[in-house]
């Protein structure tokens, strides 16, 4: 099935979806927009957990191909979107080891759908993502997924530190990816729930969330390349772990 994104526009509209129960991926406010709504809206993003960026009005425009928005777009999410906590709950009550993927910094739609893909084919119980510096949902990301993200949980975090730190104390084992860390050969699959973290395109995880890290895993290989495709690392770690 076919996935099209679904644009809002409007400050009362935008306003009555974050104050309501619709889920929202993302929020853009003309950069030169100051005073109440601009506070309103700030507000309303943190609290339920939207990101909201501030942008030429020249790019609402082209969102919507309109310039009737009054300064602000919002996209509907296409997915419903999940707490870590209570993914990890309904993983106890059912007497399941729980098994995340979480992205830090992951800012390519393409690779984030394609770990999206391999977590499904894995049978993950969720994919957390922060709200901030993170590829967005949308059609383009679905349809990269091959349609996993509309069958697999996804988790927003508010900011990642804390939900890792969560995890490990609910007795998850978190791991990370990393190219200085263990050999993966040499580590053994937990009897446990675990967290993969996958970092950052470029720079890998960024340092309080390796700090969160009780493994770093390294995927070994030959020099003629410097580094895996973020979401080939990824597909190699959830084989290790979840065969």
Known sequence: MAVKDTYIMGRKPILDALEGDQDIERVWLDKNIRGEMEKDLRFHCRQRGVHLQAVPRQKLNDLVKSSNHQGVVALISPIQFYEVEDVLQHCYDNGRQAKFVALDGIEDTRNLGAI???ALWYDLDGIIVPVKGTAGIHAGTIKSSAGALLNIKVCKSLELKKSLAFLK?????????????EALNTISVPDQPFV????NEEKGMSPNIRNQCD???SIEGKDKIESLNVSV????LLHKFCS
């Open 233 to 236: 690392a990824a597909g190699i």
């Open 116 to 118: 999206a893909r391999t």
């Open 169 to 181: 104390q609910s007795g998850v084992l978190v791991i990370g990816a990393d190219s200085e860390g």
């Open 196 to 199: 993969i973290v996958m970092g």
């Open 215 to 217: 493994i770093i895993a």
